[in-house]
């Protein structure tokens, strides 16, 4: 099997994650976080649409990590969005990281909201 080594150029991945925290740049993160190619914030969860819309006409997508399972994106947070032209696609959170990684390797306009497992 052939392994490539990721170039993820200046853009900073989900490096790990566990109960209650993310790891982004070598830096540890608690609680629900907005994720870009160059930031991280705090994000107030589900009900905070604010932060996600200031994303507008700079990312195409941001994955929602709603914490261990899938589950639903209320329609308070996402009408707003994709009125906005931002995509949504709610997933748990650990594959909300490795996708979010993916595209970000491949030089997408992506980010992730996260909810801690």
Known sequence: MRLTEIDYANARPVEGYGPGFFRIGGEVHSGPILVTATEVDPWAGLT????????????????IGTGADIAPVP?????????????????????????????LSEGRRVAAALIPV
């Open 48 to 63: 905070d649409p604010a932060p996600l819309l200031d994303l507008r006409g700079h990312v195409d997508v941001i994955f």
């Open 75 to 103: 329609a308070a947070l996402r009408a707003p969005l994709e009125e906005a032209g931002i995509g949504v696609e709610p997933m748990a959170s650990p594959t909300a990281c490795r996708t979010f990684n993916v595209l």
